[in-house]
């Protein structure tokens, strides 16, 4: 089982080391066709930020990122369940991966938790318990299902898929007021340039996470 482990991270770091090829503009052409090579329903762009984010992730960071997919992927044959039957597109089932980095580097300042990173007035009003003694947010059944709710809940106020991933991320609110601050040009990367986002990272590192695990999960595969 271990040589099989050591396996899979040769073929992963391989697969890493092949993402960076001859450069093209503001991204590499390995990178570009890779990222347009997923079976995605949306568009993923590929530009100096995303690139920047994925070499962060993949090789200055790679310990960790092996780290995050071990415990993400045995979780998400259910997340993608739970999407997909509510209605929403796959891609969402990658958010925990992003949302964990999310609150990492704020180290609770948002007063989140669980794989969801589910804020505390969120996770109450969906009727999740949280008190001194349980905190029903590191609970994956439930707090899927309250993270589902609240995605569906975002989406019948804006059906753009990046807006919601926006508005997850740093609150319905904060995306109002950034929509306010571009003139309403919601383009993804003029929001994160231009709009204040308190956690604007949420865009790259969605695009780098989602990248870097399907890298894996190809390596797995074969």
Known sequence: ???????????????????????????????????????????????????????????????????????????????????????????????????????????????????????LLIAVKYGLTVNDKIDERHDIKKSTTVAISYLLDIQKKDKNFWNIVIAYSNSLSALEATKIRTNNNDSIWNLYENGHLPNKNCIPYFIAYLYVANLRIRAVEG
């Open 1 to 119: 089982m271990l040589q099989r482990q050591h396996y899979f991270c040769f073929i992963f770091c391989v697969l890493l080391a092949f993402s960076y090829g001859q450069e093209n503009g503001n991204c590499t052409d390995n990178l570009t066709n890779r990222l347009n090579s997923l079976q995605t329903s949306i568009p993923l762009s590929c530009n100096d930020i995303v690139e920047n984010y994925i070499q962060k992730i993949a090789k200055e960071n790679k310990k960790e990122t092996q780290k995050v997919l071990e415990d993400f992927l045995p979780h998400k044959p259910f997340f993608k369940e739970a999407v997909l039957k509510a209605g929403l597109p796959q891609e969402f089932c990658y958010l925990p991966l992003m949302l964990q980095k999310i609150q990492q580097e704020n180290k609770g300042a948002f007063y989140t938790a669980g794989v969801w990173n589910l804020p």
